[in-house]
């Protein structure tokens, strides 16, 4: 049920963060065409005082580079090149940028300033410098919002640690099995939650909250939903991440002691080892002990425990006790420290 899960949302991250960073850039490009428009005007501003037409104006304009602007600006006198009206071709400029509102705004009072014979000129360099002052504002909120953007991250970072310390510390004493009455008599051993339970719910609120948070960061520094998608991109990853190291890896616990660390040649002394899974102890699991090139077995019993008695090597020396486990496709070793005197 977790693999599905993990599927369905992963399938969900992949469809929908492709068109969220496309939004994302078309924003990045008309945030890009507004900074020049400003430019644009006061470019025609001055070639309209110093004589010209507007049509000269614009193709004086079309030589200067606008960045993102300048395709626009270049199309735009090619089809006054081509004997397009003027009206035509800004409406043209207009269709094109119509999803930038100063643009859009900038050219309707500049054509009505054009119908009526009012003095285009200054009416041009007014307004450059009204969208030169509201993107400033802008400008100036998005770098107070910063502020509260980068709380929002400091409430993700701490979320995401506070989780990761439930699933180390606490976790593991709610899962732990208390006897056949369970945890104080209060819960039985059937009902004890899963280590894998908790995994699971952990994964959905670290994907729930770094897209909430994301989100909430672009609305309050950029003033738009689709402004979040880097934040929440940022977080998901930092989130997802942490949990892959902290998190999603099952733990599997195997611990061995020798009764005697320091033996004679040739003496007999027992190795005592304990398995577990999640916190669960495991019955019925092979143990590969060697030393000294030769191996022997054992098997876990309903607590997870295995003793063998090993005859230590009859030369002196330091030796290492490697014990081996293979359980569900994992390799957990572990060795032991025996000293021959």
């Not at 992949?14 to 006061?42: S, V």
């Not at 002990?289 to 309903?302: A, E, F, P, V, Y």
């Amino acid at each position: 049920m977790s693999g599905l899960l993990y599927g369905i949302v992963f399938g969900l991250i992949t469809t929908t963060f492709p068109y969220l960073i496309l939004d994302y850039l078309r924003a990045k490009k008309i945030r890009a065409l507004e900074l020049q428009f400003p430019e644009f005007l006061r470019n025609l501003a001055e070639s309209v005082k110093a004589g010209m037409t507007l049509t000269k104006a614009i193709e004086n304009a079309a030589k200067t580079d606008f960045g993102e602007l300048t395709p626009h600006v270049k199309k735009l006198h090619n089809l006054l090149s081509w004997g397009t009206p003027l009206p035509e071709a800004i409406n043209v400029f207009k269709k094109e940028t119509k999803e930038s509102k100063h643009i859009q705004r900038g050219l309707l009072i500049i054509m009505e300033a054009y119908y009526f014979g009012g003095n285009v000129a200054e009416i041009m360099g007014s307004v450059a410098e009204s969208t030169n002052k509201i993107i400033n504002v802008e400008k100036d909120r998005k770098s107070i919002m910063a502020q509260q953007t980068s709380v929002m991250y400091i409430v993700q970072f701490i979320f995401v640690a506070i989780l990761i310390g439930l699933f180390v510390v606490l976790i593991p004493l709610v899962t732990t099995e208390y006897g056949e009455e369970g945890i104080s008599g209060f819960l039985s051993r059937e009902n004890l939650p899963s280590v894998n339970y908790f995994r699971t719910l952990f994964f959905l609120t670290i994907v729930i909250q770094s897209i909430a948070n994301g989100i909430v960061a672009g609305e309050t520094q950029e003033g738009r939903l689709s402004a979040g998608i880097k934040h929440s991109g940022i977080m998901l990853t930092i989130g997802l991440l942490a949990y892959l190291i902290f998190i999603y890896p099952i733990n599997y616990s195997l611990n061995v002691s020798l009764s005697k660390n320091i033996v004679y040649p040739s003496e007999t002394l027992e190795l005592i080892g304990h398995f577990e899974k999640e916190g669960t102890k495991v019955q019925g699991v092979i143990v590969n002990i060697t030393l000294n090139g030769k191996s022997i077995q054992s098997i876990t019993d309903s607590k997870g425990d295995f003793r063998v008695d090993l005859k230590a090597p009859s030369r002196i020396g330091d030796y290492n006790v490697l014990v081996e486990i293979k359980y569900e496709n994992k390799k957990i070793i572990q060795e032991a420290t025996l000293q021959v005197r």
